[in-house]
Nanobody, 125 residues
């Protein structure tokens, strides 16, 4: 059974940084698309960053230059470094995984097989 668990969320002031982690268990190998989505109450989930099995990354325009996704294949962990935080970045952040090969912005709008439980990021002005 696949399980994804996020950590690293918190409350920070605008301009600050956070580092989110997602630890996976039960994935059959490292050949997965891994990524991060976020959601605020009343709004649709938004894909923010994904990394393909060959480490090609895709970012939402709203986070380019501020967010960095990376991964540790050996330990099935992936990360989201978020810098220069803005109040509009406040959301529940979810990690995702899918056995597909994911390159291109359309992958920020697709469904994924596996989702984590979420970690809250709150940015105050």
């Amino acid at each position: 059974q696949v399980r994804l668990v996020e950590s690293g969320g918190g409350s920070v002031q605008a301009g600050g940084s956070l580092s989110l982690s997602c630890v996976a268990s039960g994935l059959t190998d490292s050949m997965y698309c891994m990524g991060w989505f976020r959601q605020t109450p009343g709004k649709k989930r938004e894909g923010v960053a994904i990394i393909a099995r060959d480490s090609i990354t895709t970012y939402a325009d709203s986070v380019k230059g501020r967010f960095t996704i990376s991964k540790d294949n050996a330990n099935q962990i992936w990360y989201l470094q978020i810098n220069s935080l803005k109040p509009e970045d406040t959301a529940m952040y979810y990690c995702v995984a899918d056995p597909s090969y994911c390159v291109g912005s359309h992958w920020l709008h697709r469904g994924y097989n596996y989702w984590g439980y979420g970690t809250q990021v709150t940015v105050s002005s």
